[in-house]
């Protein structure tokens, strides 16, 4: 990993999905085969190493949000939207858990997505949040098929124990089911219930070197159209038995 020091302009920015989203780091060390921001990012960052491959850190996070949230208009802030912002390196810069220590002394809810249970160790401030949802990609039921495709990732079993341990404190949790992978759609419903109050299904439009792994892996089978809406109906039925709300994005 190539791990470079930087100065950011802008920390809080404008989104389309939320009021705001923020982004530690550029870069994501999980190297998810299907990552939408590998397509545009390493253009815009400068760096010629492979994606997954190097991180940016944005090392005066922390200062420039505590500045932008004084004259912000209160909204929702998504964490993160195109990087993990508790990916290892976060271990190390703490630049999330800094970021979450300003938000707190404002009225900003935070929408937290990530693959990784480092975001345990921040539940003490995000208990202090006056609203915080907290969420994980979850694309699958197998830690098998989570390993090819989000080779850098935590495993599937460590996302659900954490999700565990945050419902037990009465924080609002969500699923990311996205992008649809190979899976079995019941067994994942069930894995989930109880521990999530919304479980959101994003099947993404998948670019051509997506679908070239999926055929060097012999899985075209779980590319077509019919496959997803084969998933979608089966987790449809299945949340049937659960107390949470379902969605479909994009």
């Known amino acids: ?66 500045r932008q949230l004084v004259r912000a208009k209160p909204g929702t802030i998504w964490i993160a939207s195109v990087c993990d912002a508790y990916q290892p390196v976060e271990a190390k810069y703490l630049l999330t858990r ?47 098929v989570a390993r090819l495709f989000e080779p850098g990732a935590p495993s599937i079993s460590r996302r659900l124990n954490a999700l565990e341990k945050i419902k037990q404190l009465n924080l609002r949790t969500f699923a990311f089911v996205g992008p649809i992978l190979p899976q079995n759609p019941g067994r994942l419903i069930s894995l989930l219930g109880g521990l999530v109050d919304k479980v959101f299904i994003d099947r993404l439009n998948y670019p051509g070197y997506f679908i070239n792994f999926y055929r060097q892996q012999g899985l075209e089978a779980y590319t077509t159209d019919e496959y997803f809406e084969q998933v979608k109906a089966e987790i449809k039925t299945a949340s049937q038995k659960y107390n949470f709300e379902l969605e479909e994005v994009f």
Request: hydrophobic share 35%.
């Open 98 to 144: 800094k970021c979450l220590a300003e938000i707190r002394h404002f009225d900003f809810p935070v929408f937290i997505q990530t693959k990784s249970d480092l975001v345990l160790r921040d539940l003490d401030l995000l208990q202090d949040i006056k609203e915080a949802e907290i969420g994980f990609s979850i694309a699958t039921d197998s830690d098998r």
């Open 1 to 66: 990993m190539k791990i470079t020091e930087k100065t950011a302009k802008s920390i809080l920015n404008k989104s389309k999905v939320f009021d705001y989203c923020l982004n530690p780091y550029t870069g994501c060390s999980h190297r998810c085969r299907y990552c939408y921001a590998a397509l545009f990012m390493p253009r815009y960052s400068g760096q010629t190493e492979p994606w997954g491959q190097w991180v940016q850190v944005k090392i005066n996070a922390p200062d420039l949000l505590r």
